[in-house]
Each structure stands twice: as structure tokens, then as C-alpha cells.
């Protein structure tokens, strides 16, 4: 009898861990699709981290991820706006996207060129300037469509880094700005392909 309670108890720690685990520490994700390329490419497996935004949230702040972050985001309601709280039924659907602008900021996106302005660069800056290590790694120098737009306060702009035609749905083409509360977290680390393994 010791050793079936004790099979029991281990078996109830194991599954308590990994939810607490997954819930306020780590979480993996595929990549599906090809908005994050050349960074990111379909069936890469990624850790993300969510002690950041566990500990926000434990002092009661929302979670501010740093532009140029890679970030994992829940879209609670396909069919419409990234808002908070109830999902009306509509199963979790998760999206990675870079960070670029932040409450109060204008973004432009004109002749394939994104840029942000804020009270720091009045005359706009290139938010990918830190971000591209280089022509295979990073966002991708041109970007599609016509934008201008002021971020709305506690959401941040997104965008993926493949950002030609219609490859990436992001803030610039439907997907809207994304509320704050809506972020599972950062990338960390890119763990498949083994031979492509990183840090982020």
C-alpha cells in the first residue's frame, strides 16, 4: 500500500510541476508558416519565457517586451479584435511576431520602407536597424503595403519578418495592435533544428 501511495504522489508531483512549469516558467511552440523568415522558418521549435511576464504580473503590471523582441501572443478570437479577457468560445490561437512600436508612437510603412517615430526621433527611425544581424537573419528590408498609424496606449505594433506581399498577417494588414495582456512572452531559444539551435 506505502508503494502504490507513494507511485501516486510522484505521479501527482510530475503532472503538478510541468502545469506550473508551462503555465509561469517555460512554454514551447512549432512555427508554422513563413511570416518569420529568414529568423524563423516552418516546424522550428522554440522555448519561450515566461518568467518575465509572471513576474510583472505578481506585481500587478502588465508585461513590456523590448522592441525588437521575438514574442509569442495569444489571439483569443480569430474573427475579431485582440481584446482582453472573455474568448467567446473561440479556441487559442498563438502568433509570433517582432515588436516594433509602442504606445503613442507613429508607424509609417511607404516605398517598402517601415519607419517609427516617437518624441526621441521626431524625424522617424528604422526599428530593424538593432534587430537584423544580417540579410539571413532578421526582418527582411522591404516591407509591403501603406501605413500610417498611431500605436493606442497599453498595445504595442507587430510585424513579421518577412514582411513582402501578403506573407506576414500582422499590425500593418488586419491583425490590428496587440493589447499587452495578450502576451504569452519571448522568444528564448530555438531548439529544432538541432543543427540551427540559438539563443534569442
Do not use: F, H
Given at each position: 500500500m506505502k508503494d502504490v501511495i507513494s507511485l501516486v504522489s510522484f505521479v501527482a508531483c510530475v503532472?503538478?510541476?510541468?502545469?506550473?512549469?508551462n503555465a509561469f516558467i517555460f512554454r514551447s511552440y512549432n512555427v508554422v508558416g513563413v511570416?518569420?523568415?529568414n529568423t524563423l522558418h516552418g516546424d522550428d521549435r522554440i522555448i519561450v519565457n515566461r518568467l518575465p511576464v509572471t513576474a510583472a504580473h505578481f506585481l500587478g503590471q502588465e508585461y513590456v517586451p523590448n522592441r525588437g523582441d521575438i514574442i509569442v501572443f495569444a489571439?483569443?478570437?480569430?474573427d475579431g479584435p485582440l481584446t482582453?479577457?472573455?474568448k467567446n468560445g473561440v479556441k487559442d490561437q498563438y502568433i509570433i511576431k517582432r515588436v516594433i512600436a509602442f504606445p503613442?508612437?507613429?508607424?509609417?510603412?511607404?516605398?517598402?520602407?517601415?519607419?517609427?517615430?516617437?518624441s526621441e526621433h521626431p524625424d522617424g527611425f528604422s526599428p530593424d536597424e538593432d534587430t537584423r544581424k544580417s540579410d539571413t537573419?532578421?526582418?527582411?528590408?522591404y516591407t509591403s503595403g501603406e501605413v500610417?498609424?498611431?500605436?493606442?496606449?497599453?498595445?504595442i505594433f507587430v510585424s513579421g519578418d518577412n514582411r513582402e506581399g501578403t506573407h506576414?498577417?500582422?499590425?500593418?494588414?488586419g491583425l490590428g495592435t496587440v493589447p499587452y495582456c495578450r502576451i504569452v512572452g519571448p522568444a528564448l531559444i530555438r531548439i529544432y533544428p538541432f543543427d540551427s539551435i540559438r539563443v534569442f
Open positions: 503532472i503538478a510541476g510541468t502545469l506550473i512549469l511570416s518569420m523568415e489571439n483569443g478570437d480569430a482582453c479577457g472573455v503613442g508612437e507613429r508607424v509609417t510603412v511607404k516605398d517598402g520602407v517601415l519607419t517609427v517615430y516617437n537573419d532578421g526582418p527582411k528590408k500610417d498609424i498611431v500605436v493606442p496606449e497599453g498595445e506576414s498577417y500582422d499590425s500593418r494588414n
